[in-house]
């Protein structure tokens, strides 16, 4: 199965950098999925990362240890509009995806 | 890019009433779709896949006779709450991937309200 555990809340300032951790039982893993979600909203796609290493998307960038079982997502330059909920998202099988809870992420002035 | 749709965003109903929410994809095709609850401050939870043409798999501990899919033609999935009661009021979103695993696609939601 794949537990996956990711913070509940986490807090951070305008203009800073925050990395918000995701850790996940490696058994039926393909590949790990970042998505933001804003209350009230379906969830948009970050990133999709199969294979270990980092990933760097503009602002935002996701990094996967499969042996590990770790992944995290790395926002920079936090904006204030950043402030929303962080889905980490295990597929296994065809497209089957396993949620963690989410992190809310709140983005002070 | 590609887009999902969901029809009806929100809805309130009676106790013991059907409810019929939509999922299309608009401008690509789906054999496969997801439908998805999401009650307040908790991550999604997945309860059915749908597959065009055959019957949907249901997740464990949701009940297929509650939760009706049909996926009737490759661009539209419905999920159907029969007998909705009060603690099945939650966000239900479906989800379609395009190419491949990586290109998975959320509708908006659909907001349902039992009374």
């Known amino acids: 199965g794949q537990n996956i555990d990711q913070p509940t809340e986490m807090t951070a300032t305008e203009g800073a950098i925050v990395q918000i951790n995701c850790t996940y039982q490696?058994?039926?893993?393909?590949?790990l999925f970042w998505y933001q979600q804003h209350a009230g909203e379906a969830p948009t796609f970050l990133s999709y990362n199969v294979l270990d290493g980092l990933e760097e998307k503009g602002r935002f960038s996701s990094f996967l240890s499969r042996s590990k079982g770790y992944s995290y997502l790395l926002l920079k330059e936090l904006q204030m509009k950043d402030s929303a909920s962080y889905l980490c998202?295990?597929?296994?099988?065809?497209?089957?995806?396993?949620f963690g809870k989410g992190t809310m992420l709140l983005v002070s002035p | 890019g590609a887009v999902v749709s969901q029809h009806p965003s929100w809805v309130i109903c009676k106790s013991g009433t059907s409810v019929k929410i939509e999922c299309r994809s608009l401008?690509?095709?789906?054999?496969?779709m997801f439908w998805y609850r999401q009650f307040p401050k908790q991550s999604l939870m997945l309860m059915a896949t749908s597959n065009e043409g055959s019957k949907a798999t249901y997740e464990q501990g949701v009940e297929k006779d509650k939760f009706l899919i049909n996926h009737a033609s490759l661009t539209l999935s419905t999920l159907t709450v029969t007998s909705a009661h009060p603690e099945d009021s939650s966000f239900y979103i479906c989800?379609?991937?395009?190419?491949?695993?990586?290109?998975?696609?959320f509708g908006p939601g659909t907001r349902l309200t039992v009374l």
């Open positions: 998202a295990g597929n296994s099988g065809y497209s089957t995806l396993t």
């Open positions: 989800s379609a991937p395009d190419r491949g695993p990586d290109t998975q696609y």
């Open positions: 401008d690509f095709q789906a054999t496969t």
């Open positions: 490696t058994s039926g893993f393909n590949g």
